[in-house]
């Protein structure tokens, strides 16, 4: 669907939030950088401390614990897409909780 959009000639986004668990983090970050979206947010699974925003529920953090999930896991694949050359990548910080952005240079 995203390829068709961007056939029609409309800008594409990508929202990864959270990155669920992948067998081959590193082949699914080539897929990504070769499609090229305009913008591509990604998160890992996190706790928002009850402040406002984002957060893993309860049950999702079991499941991700089950699946054998790390973070290392997560950085196989925000690693290859933050040092291709086809993107700027930030990195910020909110009250203990991180947050990333891959965005896409046009």
Known sequence: MAAQ???????????????????????????????????LVVQDFHD??????????????????ESGWAAGDYHAFVEPASESSSVRYTRANRDSSLHELIALNA
Do not use: H, Q, S, Y
């Open 48 to 65: 928002a401390g009850g402040r406002f925003g984002a957060d893993t529920g309860d049950e999702a953090r079991c499941l991700l614990a």
């Open 5 to 39: 959009l961007r056939a029609a000639g409309l800008a594409v986004g990508l929202c990864l939030t959270p990155l669920l668990p992948l067998a081959d983090p590193a082949a699914f970050a080539e897929r990504v950088i070769a499609f090229r979206p305009d913008v």
